[in-house]
């Protein structure tokens, strides 16, 4: 793929994700349709992305345990291939589904991740959506002051960027965190922005939104500002008026009548949410609205009705827990079952990258993992260090002491290196075949490189070898090529190594050969 038509995969990419804070059916139908186009096979990085923002707005449209699932796997395949950017927004769809079933723990764990493995220079809009979900996340918590500043940390980034939906999503979420803490003086400061935000774009206000606004008017003492405020949204039917934000309106105008004393009304506002949240299943706002039909009873000092209302609001509470703690249940079983199939793929395919000798990795694994570490490496990632080893004279070994001798000396090589990069980060050990083995040494410089393979030197040929075979001595050459100094494929950077060990055999073995050597 040409640079030209790497950033026009780029730009549309970021045209789709923008279009989530746009209008969210544009942004998964954009989303499905370019899966369509990309057709079955391995696309990388690119269909996930597309997958994950498709699983985003699903989950909010049902039930979220198959997105999560999935969220989960495409997850594991970011990890394994070093995609920070994907790794964020699946974090961030995970985070999103567990403060939807009320794992206020788990979502805060997300929320972190996904502003941990954002870069810098990722755009504006999706280092605000990450803030968003952090400070959501805090707030739910309980952490008011850090919310708080994750909020305006979120809107600063995108005050200049009047299109999408993003800067109202902050204020209402703001306002609604302030209200929580009781903190009504900003939470009013918030909805006013958010009202003057509106205004100046000539731009509706949301039901979700409208709600928050009123019910931070009625902590006010604005009564009738709140109740107006929700009449016209219900009459308005802005783009998010569906049963869940009309119930969610509809409790709130109810409780606003009855404390402006208008109880006939709050009653037919109630009675009107009971039948929408019967109709539809919200057993959240079937619960709620039983609440606020006791407040309204006793108002009308109705103490028997009130009583058994309020009863029935304790027993649908217990309910709505339990039902919340079986779907949280119901996600993590389908996360685990899926865990639970990728562990058991991922075991075969370990098997298949693994020498049953030695039980280092083999020259498959080597193929593939230091091809993407190359990769890596033309994005700007960094630079990598190999070394080739081979044993001296095994042949001698096998010829005179047998082929049971050599294998021992083999698997005892192999534990020699493997414990020679435990604690060098990221560094692996494989065995290419035959007595040759070599050493993967990412993000190392040559001087650093060099000294650790002298020591690997140093501990082979000073290993006592004597309970394999009395008076058996063994050597190694070690030949070593940095990327991107040396080369900058994977074939050419193994031919450099090759041919600096031949260089040390031919130099009288028991060395190691370098650039600087």
């Known amino acids: 793929m040409t640079v030209v038509e790497q950033q026009t995969v780029d730009e549309r990419l970021a045209w789709v994700e923008r279009q989530y804070w746009i209008d969210k059916d544009v942004a998964l139908a954009a989303a499905q349709d370019w899966l369509a186009e990309l057709g079955p096979g391995e696309h990388g990085a690119l269909s996930r992305r597309l997958e994950v923002q498709v ?3 699903m989950t909010r449209r049902g039930d979220p345990r198959q997105g999560a ?7 594991r395949w970011a990890e394994g291939h070093g995609e920070l950017a994907l790794q964020s927004r699946c974090h961030d769809v995970l985070g999103s ?21 954002l870069d810098d220079s990722e755009l504006p809009l999706m280092r605000a959506a990450a803030r968003l979900t952090l400070a959501d996340a805090l707030g739910s918590a309980g952490s008011f002051d850090e919310a708080r500043r994750r909020y305006n940390e979120a809107l600063r980034l995108v005050i200049d960027d009047p299109e999408t939906s993003i800067r109202y999503q902050i204020l209402n979420n703001l306002a609604y965190t302030e209200y929580l803490a009781e903190n009504y003086d900003e939470a009013l400061s918030a909805v006013e922005s958010l009202i003057s935000l509106s205004a100046l774009n000539d731009r509706p206000i949301g039901m979700y939104a409208r709600d928050t606004i009123a019910r931070v008017y009625l902590t006010a003492g604005r009564a009738e500002e709140a109740a107006a405020t929700l009449v016209a949204a219900l009459e308005a039917k802005p783009v998010d008026y569906h049963p869940d934000s009309i119930a969610a309106a509809l409790v709130t105008l109810a409780e606003t009548y009855r404390e402006l004393g208008r109880l006939a009304q709050a009653q037919t506002v109630i009675d009107r949410c009971q039948e929408l949240a019967a109709e539809h299943g919200l057993v959240r706002w079937s619960t709620e609205a039983t609440k606020e039909q006791a407040e309204i009873h006793a108002e009308m000092e109705d103490f028997r009705a009130a009583f058994e209302a309020y009863r029935s609001y304790h027993a649908q ?11 949280r249940g119901r996600i993590l079983e389908a996360m685990f079952q899926t865990a639970e199939s990728r562990r058991e793929t991922a075991r075969y395919r370990e098997m298949a990258e693994r020498d049953p000798l030695t039980e280092l990795h083999n020259r498959r694994f080597v193929d593939e993992h230091l091809s993407n570490l190359l990769s890596l490496l033309r994005e700007g990632g960094a630079p990598i ?3 080739m080893i081979d044993v001296d004279h095994f042949k001698r070994i096998n010829d005179t002491l047998s082929h049971e001798v050599g294998d021992d000396v083999l698997r005892t090589l192999g534990r020699i290196l493997t414990k020679a990069v435990a604690s060098v980060p990221g560094a692996i050990a494989a065995r290419l075949g035959g007595e040759e083995f070599l050493l993967i040494l990412p993000a190392h410089d040559a001087a650093t490189v060099g000294a650790l393979c002298e020591k690997v030197r140093l501990d082979v040929a000073g290993h006592d070898w004597s309970p394999i075979d009395t008076g058996l001595r063994v050597t190694v ?15 050419s950077l193994l031919r450099a190594a090759d041919v600096r060990m031949y260089v040390a055999k031919r130099d009288g073995r028991n060395r190691v050969v370098h650039a600087g050597a």
């Open 55 to 57: 699983a985003s707005i």
């Open 69 to 75: 699932a999935e969220v989960q796997n495409i997850l």
């Open 97 to 117: 589904i567990f403060e939807l079933v009320g794992d206020r723990a788990l979502s805060l764990e997300h929320a972190v991740a996904t502003n941990d493995l």
């Open 317 to 327: 509470s217990i309910a709505l827990s339990a039902s919340e703690n079986e779907a």
């Open 385 to 387: 260090a190999i070394a």
């Open 477 to 491: 050459s070690l030949g070593v090529a940095l990327a991107p100094d040396d080369a900058a494929t994977s074939s």
